[in-house]
């Protein structure tokens, strides 16, 4: 398995750095850039729209309820860090590796 290098553990959760494209034509894990998963959204960055779309995004991909997702920084910005409680590194690890993103 490869260091995925927006990933990482701390307080018996799991951290992601993500770096959000609102206004994308969907919605879509894009690449990994540096420290950061690039992920395109469809809503755009007015009242939060585009904060829902990432948690209901990744609450999809990764089969976990919403409620486990927390955007812990960067709700006004297009950098971001989520935490996610009741899931592991390993199956964010595989589900992320099937989703084959370039590297930037």
């Given at each position: 398995?490869?260091?995925?290098?927006?990933?990482?553990?701390?307080?018996?959760?799991?951290?992601l750095?993500?770096?959000?494209?609102?206004?994308?034509?969907?919605?879509?894990?894009l690449?990994?850039e540096?420290?950061?998963?690039?992920?395109?959204?469809?809503?755009?960055?007015?009242?939060?729209?585009?904060?829902?779309e990432?948690?209901?995004?990744?609450?999809?991909?990764?089969g976990?309820s919403?409620?486990?997702?927390?955007?812990?920084?960067?709700?006004r910005h297009?950098?971001?860090?989520?935490?996610?409680?009741?899931?592991?590194t390993?199956?964010?690890?595989?589900?992320?590796?099937?989703?084959?993103l370039?590297?930037?």
């Amino acid at each position: 398995m490869d260091e995925l290098p927006f990933v990482y553990q701390k307080e018996n959760a799991i951290h992601l750095r993500i770096r959000v494209n609102p206004r994308a034509s969907n919605t879509r894990a894009l690449s990994v850039e540096g420290d950061y998963l690039k992920v395109a959204l469809n809503a755009p960055p007015v009242d939060g729209a585009a904060n829902k779309e990432l948690i209901a995004f990744l609450s999809k991909q990764l089969g976990v309820s919403k409620k486990t997702i927390a955007l812990i920084s960067g709700q006004r910005h297009r950098n971001k860090v989520l935490r996610i409680a009741e899931v592991s590194t390993e199956h964010i690890h595989k589900v992320i590796d099937s989703w084959q993103l370039a590297s930037k």
